[in-house]
């Protein structure tokens, strides 16, 4: 079984910065892709950002030049750092993980919201 950790989520006021946080553990094979999705009320989740094992970054353009995405493979860790934070980006955060076989593994979820 695979779990996923998350940590970091909170309030902060726009123009801030918060970095998230996200541990797997458990019978995980090979991971191959880490990264964040995000959902608003009212909205679908949208991918964030992803990472592969190979270094390739894939970012939503709503995030691109303010979040950065970066893993330690040796602690099956993801982060997400987030810089001038905007109300938008209020949503509840979701990491991800998906291994060589492409079963995807999901967190429960941590509230960023951002006030103006």
């Known amino acids: 079984q695979v779990q996923l950790v998350e940590s970091g989520g909170g309030l902060v006021q726009v123009g801030g910065s918060l970095t998230l946080s996200c541990a797997a553990s458990?019978?995980?094979?090979?991971?191959?892709?880490m990264g964040w999705y995000r959902q608003a009320p009212g909205n679908q989740r949208e991918l964030v950002a992803s990472?592969?094992?190979?270094?390739?970054?894939n970012y939503a353009d709503a995030v691109k030049g303010r979040f950065t995405i970066s893993r330690d493979n040796a602690k099956n860790t993801v982060y997400l750092q987030m810089n001038s934070l905007k109300p938008e980006d209020t949503a509840v955060y979701y990491c991800?993980?998906?291994?060589?076989?492409?079963?995807?593994?999901w967190g429960q979820g941590t509230q960023v919201t951002v006030s103006s």
């Open positions: 991800f993980i998906r291994n060589r076989y492409a079963t995807v593994y």
């Open positions: 990472l592969s094992s190979v270094g390739s970054t």
């Open positions: 458990g019978s995980i094979s090979s991971i191959n892709t």
